[in-house]
């Protein structure tokens, strides 16, 4: 065997490991902005995951409806008394909308927090190695996707845009644990309670929502839905539900996990939101949840 | 021309540890362990033992990078990490070509040290939290279970193409 600690050899090996880290710590830091160079390997490669991927998840569909045969009798009992309730909930909501226009228009609000727009898109790759939580999507710049827009399925919120290139962008699942994306989110109940998504926990699968009032009621499985106040999302995707509470560490607020309603593993079509609402004329908060501003200077979406 | 299709199976492997092995994880039938697939760097192992440690190092680097660009973030980890195990892979004796044994314990312990490496660039910089022994048991032995399983299948072939690239160079 050569000696491969001769000192040439040595040098190299520690010149390219300087290298690395300067590269590492330079790209560390969220960059939405890509250099072309990245953007053509992206969209490029992503040419040949298209490619690839519908066929191989078209064979996966199919053994999962193979399976999903053998329910459908009992599925398809309950669905039918489903459809009832549901025709009276539409008739509901469309009371409510028509009556919450009306109000609108006497107030003389023109948009409002949950004001948004949909692009569906096709999931095109994920990354192999889970220590990123990210899927490729067939959508990207020419198609109006900006960075930090919402990602959710038809269950809920999955995640959001965070690097876009010509043809494709990337989305990071709200199961990446480390790098938190910060959400303001509320609670839905008599009264709106405000908190904060922060971060993820692997084992149990659920997110954290911390920095909730202390005196605020919470119960388990009450849902959880966006605030549209961090001026990204827009008001109203579904994110989970409230699985377990806890204090804080320090006792000023509360904490709890919520169970995301969306499936983080299994998708294929995916919605992108945009928020049309103009973030220039985002509603103060009410005085009591401002204390999120000293978070370090976190940003919440 | 066996180099070109040798390069072109690479870039396949590639594309299909990101979209269809992803469509068969494991965890997409719920259950916790991770097998990352690793199959670049595998044929990357058992490649440089064949062609030396310089082609290893070339091949490492390159795919690596284009693994960061397209499945990650940040720029260096893989690059770094593929280019180090092509290269320490291609200095070892040349009895390890011989014995397909001797080939299979390479990769296996390139394997080990390839994850190690990430799993400490990635906690070094604080991007990944977790525990060594959570990442042992739930990753790392699955990892290296799936990924041997295909270093079994591909290795006698590969090893007749290596040495048919090696012969068409040496001419």
């Known amino acids: 065997m050569p000696s491969f600690f001769s000192n040439k050899r040595l040098i190299f090996l520690l010149v390219s490991t300087i290298l690395m880290v300067v590269v590492v710590g330079l790209t560390l830091d969220e960059r939405p902005q890509l250099t072309w160079v990245e953007q053509f390997t992206r969209d490029s490669i992503g040419f040949f995951q298209m490619v690839v ?4 998840q078209g064979v996966a569909n199919f053994f999962a409806n193979m399976n999903e045969m053998k329910q459908v009798y009992s599925e398809n009992q309950k669905l039918k008394a489903h459809l009832q309730e549901n025709a009276k909930l539409m008739a509901k909501i469309k009371e409510l909308e028509t009556e919450n226009e009306s109000l609108r228009e006497t107030q003389e609000l023109q948009s409002s927090l ?3 727009q949909l692009r569906s898109a096709q999931v095109i790759s994920r ?3 889970r220590w990123y939580q990210q899927v490729t999507i067939d959508r990207g710049e020419k198609h109006g996707i900006e960075p930090n827009m919402a990602v959710m399925t038809a269950e809920g919120l999955i995640g959001r845009v965070n690097a876009v290139s010509q043809f494709t962008s990337t989305v990071e699942l709200i199961s990446n644990a480390n790098r938190a994306i910060h959400i303001s989110a509320v609670v839905q109940g008599e009264e709106n309670i405000y908190g904060v998504i922060e971060g993820y926990d692997a084992e149990q699968e659920a997110l954290y929502f911390r ?6 009621e919470l119960e388990e499985g009450q849902t959880v839905i966006t605030s549209g106040w961090g001026g990204v999302f827009p008001r109203g995707l579904f994110i989970g539900e409230i699985v377990e509470m806890m204090p804080d560490e320090y006792g000023l607020t509360q904490s709890a996990l919520i169970e995301p309603a969306a499936d983080l593993y299994e998708f294929q079509h995916v919605l992108v939101v945009e928020r049309t609402f103009d973030a220039g004329e985002i509603p103060p908060p009410p005085e009591e949840e401002t204390d999120e501003e000293d978070d370090g200077g976190a940003e919440a979406l | 021309m066996t180099r070109f299709l040798f390069i072109m199976t690479l870039f396949i492997l590639f594309i299909i540890e990101g979209t269809v092995v992803q469509v068969f994880a494991p965890d997409r039938w719920g259950l916790s362990i991770v097998m990352v697939p690793r199959f670049i760097v595998v044929i990357l192992i058992i490649s440089s033992l064949f062609l030396g440690r310089f082609q290893g190092l070339v091949l490492g680097f390159i795919f690596g990078l284009m693994y960061d660009v397209v499945y990650g973030n940040i720029l260096g980890v893989y690059a770094f990490s593929m280019a180090f195990i092509g290269y320490f892979s291609g200095v070892t004796f040349r009895i390890f070509q011989h014995n397909i044994f001797l080939i299979l314990a390479t990769v ?5 040290v390839h994850e190690l490496i990430v799993y400490g660039i990635l906690t070094l910089v604080n991007f990944v939290v977790m525990d060594f022994e959570l990442f042992l048991m739930e990753k790392l032995i699955p990892t290296l279970v799936l ?3 295909f270093a079994l299948l591909v290795s006698f072939p590969l090893r007749t193409i290596l040495v048919q690239m090696r012969e068409e160079e040496e001419k």
Do not use: Q, R
Request: charged content about 25%; glycine content about 0%.
């Open chain 1, 53 to 56: 991927y519908k066929p191989a």
């Open chain 1, 114 to 116: 949950s004001d948004f």
């Open chain 1, 127 to 129: 990354s192999p190695d």
């Open chain 1, 211 to 216: 920095k909730i009032p202390k005196d605020a």
């Open chain 2, 108 to 112: 296996i312990v390139a394997l080990f």
């Open chain 2, 147 to 149: 990924n041997v399983i």
